[in-house]
């Protein structure tokens, strides 16, 4: 157990939908990233957040958005879903804004259909 | 910008033998560069990570890298493969001052043979 939690573990739903992804950081980080893995674009940064702060934006669709709650979780919302955001989403924590290392959750399985 | 080359998808050892999973990268100022495993159904954990000071970097499990700044490389190796190593090794270069956003390499699937 890395001490990163996100739910759900799998989700499935229709095109067109709305979904919610939350993540949990570990205890005493204040720095949350979220990663999307697919199996043609790979591994790829979406956005990060600093103590309730958006800190750098990646490649993260317009359709999709995030947040970070004053407890220090975050979700991320997708919305009007396409075949194409099946993926795997991976929440990360960091104690610091800087990145050394993060430490990653085990994801989750969002499937599109 | 940066950027990350793996060189070969699926890597196979015997156990016992020699692991080197390659990794080059592209960046216009000295970067920070990270190896990750992605055993099945888990997320990335953190092998070793290299930011400034001594280039041999040792990790985890018996993992090593070594950054060659000539040679623009940072080279995952392990003496001796174990059964336990077979997963997928992500490598991955940030830039000092925007150390947030991890570009990382398309992978190496490590299988190791008995």
């Known amino acids: 157990d890395s001490g990163v939690t996100q739910t759900p573990k799998h989700l499935i739903t229709a095109t067109g939908q709305r979904v919610t992804l939350r993540c949990s950081p570990r205890?005493?980080?204040?720095?949350v990233y979220w990663y999307q893995q697919s199996l043609d674009q790979g591994l790829q940064f979406l956005i990060q957040?600093?103590?309730?702060?958006?800190?750098a934006k990646g490649n993260i669709l317009e359709r999709f958005s995030a947040q970070q709650f004053p407890d220090l979780h975050s979700e991320l919302n997708l919305s009007s879903l396409e075949l194409g955001d099946s993926a795997l989403y991976f929440c990360?924590?960091?104690?610091?804004?800087?990145?050394?290392?993060?430490?990653f959750g085990s994801g989750t399985r969002l499937t599109v259909v | 910008a940066q950027s990350v080359t793996q060189l070969g998808s699926h890597v196979s050892v015997s156990e016992g033998a020699l692991v080197l999973l390659r990794c080059n990268y592209s960046?216009?100022?000295?970067?920070?560069l990270f190896w990750y495993v992605q055993y099945p159904n888990q997320g990335l954990q953190l092998l070793l990570k290299?930011?400034?000071?001594?280039?041999l970097v040792k990790g985890i499990n018996g993992f090593e890298a070594e950054f060659k700044k000539s040679e623009t490389s940072f080279h995952l190796t392990k003496p001796s493969a174990h059964m336990s190593d077979a997963a997928e090794y992500f490598c991955?270069?940030?830039?000092?001052?925007?150390?947030?956003?991890?570009?990382f390499g398309s992978g190496t699937q490590l299988t190791v043979l008995p």
């Open positions: 990360a924590s960091s104690v610091d804004g800087r990145g050394y290392g993060y430490t």
């Open positions: 205890s005493g980080d204040l720095s």
């Open positions: 957040y600093y103590n309730g702060e958006e800190r």
């Open positions: 960046s216009s100022v000295p970067p920070y």
């Open positions: 290299y930011t400034t000071g001594a280039t």
């Open positions: 991955a270069v940030s830039l000092p001052g925007s150390a947030r956003q991890l570009t």
